[in-house]
């Protein structure tokens, strides 16, 4: 992706640090791009970097089948900073010595700063915690290299060789667990590599808009818009590019949350001016969900009818070539760029649209290069609502999915309701947004219960709220009892048809996050 931004290349040795490292070097407020630790020298060389980072990886680079970079790489001239599988790589391939070692060093760690620290960690306070995952380290720097760092079990925690510009530590400058890992990362972008601190949220929008424009000319584009972060900010920053050449059509299935369209079209429609389709579709999707319990059958039916509908209108209009989708850079990674197959990745896109037979757009992917932080930095910029850039992840097939059993305009009401509530008291006491996700699902049964006089027979809530990084697993929540109790009174004071409240406390696994 060029970008006119200095670049810093991270190579990818096969640890989950590779993503953390590209992240913290644009957090310095430098470009940062992950590339496959192989990658020649030939075409390092052609990206023309600032800098190359080499991330950790697997444990021992004496292992069968061990990731090994060119060593060329090493002699372009270009600033290296290694770490952990990084510093034993550089050692490896420019004559220093790893030996073979039973003993590993693992968590926090005291580093000890040697002499004046060299380039690299001059000024960091001569004792401070680091953060060690690492069974190998070096033995012997290689020639022209000093040893600017140790700790009680690693005699080589940093080495640097400044007049080859090379600099490696075998701790972990990227996890927040390392004391002073930004400011060394910074040290290294800022001062010894001279890269300005420029990728900010005004340059990642004009960069962004300059190619859009580029790429898209005089066509016209169409954009489906959910609502959430990622398609809004895609809708947003093309406005912003293109203008009136942007249509989008926001499906309006009838299963959102309260107030939720409503939102999507004043932010669009009046306070952007953008061109757009609202289709309200709820009595469709109503009559197509009657009587489904299954899940799965509930999520392909919303699924396929969404594009039904979304090719409808958007064949409808009058030369529209592109469609943009909001495909963010960690899907980039996840779908090959790791593997350095970076193209395979427009493909596996691609192939999730189901265009019709005969039809065809284009792709845009104005988010391909952006980390999730940075699309939420991004819309805060261009100006939309905090409720749409802080919005929680909501599912595609949206409340459908948490009325369990069939589906009826009542029960989503009822929901709504109930679902808002939660949402505002969590969001409350929630100001620095501990909680990943936080909703309400209504169950398929009815419970007795007493109020007033009356002997009542009305559904439940299930209150959900879970701590999650990724979603991939996730806790439930630690709400203080005080906000339990205060959304329990309130739903059923205020929500007609709720006759019991209740706290889901499974972590996932062995649940999911959503009930369906
Ligand atoms: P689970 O329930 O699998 O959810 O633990 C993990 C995350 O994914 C969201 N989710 C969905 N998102 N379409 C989506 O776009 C879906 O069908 C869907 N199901 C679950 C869920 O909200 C959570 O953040």
């Known amino acids: 992706m060029q970008t006119g931004q200095p670049t810093v290349l991270v190579l990818d040795f096969g640890a989950q640090y590779a993503q953390l490292i590209a992240r913290r070097v644009r957090e310095a407020r430098v470009y940062s791009e992950i590339v496959p630790f192989d990658i020649s020298a030939e075409e390092v060389r052609r990206r023309d970097p600032a800098a190359l980072i080499l991330s950790g990886g697997p444990a021992s680079v004496y292992a069968d089948g061990a990731p090994h970079m060119d060593p060329a790489v090493l002699t372009l001239g270009i600033p290296v900073l290694g770490f952990c599988y990084g510093i034993q790589e550089m050692a490896l391939h420019l004559g220093g010595d790893i030996p073979r070692t039973d003993i590993g060093e693992y968590g926090y760690a005291e580093l000890e700063v040697l002499g004046d620290g060299g380039e690299l960690l001059s000024g960091i306070p001569e004792r401070s915690q680091c953060w060690m995952s690492h069974r190998d380290s070096v033995g012997t720097p290689p020639p022209g290299f000093s040893v600017t760092a140790r700790t009680a079990t690693t005699a080589i925690a940093a080495m640097e060789d400044g007049s080859r510009r090379l600099y490696a530590t075998q701790f972990h400058p990227e996890v927040a667990h390392t004391e002073h890992g930004q400011e060394i990362i910074k040290r290294f972008l800022h001062d010894i590599v001279g890269a300005a601190p420029t990728w900010t949220m005004v340059n990642i929008i004009e960069d962004t808009v300059e190619r859009v424009r580029e790429q898209v000319g005089e066509d016209r584009v169409i954009c489906a818009l959910s609502g959430g972060v990622d398609s809004s900010v895609v809708a947003a920053l093309l406005h912003r590019a293109i203008g009136d050449q942007l249509t989008c059509v926001f499906v309006d299935h009838g299963l959102l949350r309260l107030d939720e369209a409503e939102e999507v079209v004043r932010v669009f429609r009046d306070q952007f001016h953008v061109d757009l389709v609202h289709v309200q579709?709820?009595?469709?999707?109503?009559?197509?969900?009657?009587?489904?319990?299954?899940?799965?059958?509930?999520?392909?039916?919303?699924?396929?009818?969404?594009?039904?509908?979304?090719?409808?209108?958007?064949?409808?209009?009058?030369?529209?070539?592109?469609?943009?989708?909001?495909?963010?850079?960690?899907?980039?990674?996840?779908?090959?760029?790791?593997?350095?197959?970076?193209?395979?990745?427009?493909?596996?896109?691609?192939?999730?649209?189901?265009?019709?037979?005969?039809?065809?757009?284009?792709?845009?992917?104005?988010?391909?290069?952006?980390?999730?932080?940075?699309?939420?930095?991004?819309?805060?910029?261009?100006?939309?609502?905090?409720?749409?850039?802080?919005?929680?992840?909501?599912?595609?097939?949206?409340?459908?999915?948490?009325?369990?059993?069939?589906?009826?305009?009542?029960?989503?009401?009822?929901?709504?309701?109930?679902?808002?509530?939660?949402?505002?008291?969590?969001?409350?006491?929630?100001?620095?947004?501990?909680?990943?996700?936080?909703?309400?699902?209504?169950?398929?049964?009815?419970?007795?219960?007493?109020?007033?006089?009356?002997?009542?027979?009305?559904?439940?809530?299930?209150?959900?709220?879970?701590?999650?990084?990724?979603?991939?697993?996730?806790?439930?929540?630690?709400?203080?009892?005080?906000?339990?109790?205060?959304?329990?009174?309130?739903?059923?004071?205020?929500?007609?048809?709720?006759?019991?409240?209740?706290?889901?406390?499974?972590?996932?696994?062995?649940?999911?996050?959503?009930?369906?």
């Open 281 to 516: 579709a709820e009595e469709r999707y109503l009559s197509l969900l009657a009587g489904v319990t299954d899940p799965e059958l509930k999520r392909r039916i919303i699924g396929e009818e969404f594009w039904r509908i979304f090719f409808e209108e958007a064949t409808a209009l009058e030369g529209v070539k592109w469609l943009a989708q909001g495909t963010l850079y960690p899907d980039v990674i996840e779908s090959g760029g790791r593997a350095g197959k970076a193209t395979a990745k427009i493909k596996s896109h691609h192939n999730l649209i189901p265009f019709p037979d005969g039809v065809h757009f284009d792709l845009i992917e104005p988010l391909s290069n952006l980390f999730k932080d940075e699309v939420r930095a991004v819309g805060a910029e261009l100006g939309l609502p905090d409720e749409i850039v802080h919005r929680q992840p909501f599912p595609g097939p949206g409340l459908a999915v948490r009325v369990i059993g069939d589906i009826t305009r009542e029960k989503l009401d009822l929901l709504r309701k109930a679902d808002a509530i939660v949402r505002e008291e969590i969001a409350e006491w929630d100001r620095d947004r501990q909680v990943w996700q936080y909703f309400a699902v209504l169950p398929d049964i009815r419970s007795v219960g007493v109020m007033g006089d009356e002997r009542t027979y009305a559904h439940p809530i299930i209150i959900r709220a879970v701590a999650s990084a990724d979603a991939m697993t996730a806790d439930w929540a630690r709400l203080p009892h005080e906000l339990l109790a205060k959304m329990s009174n309130r739903i059923i004071n205020e929500v007609d048809g709720i006759n019991r409240v209740a706290y889901d406390i499974t972590s996932k696994p062995p649940g999911t996050i959503e009930w369906e």
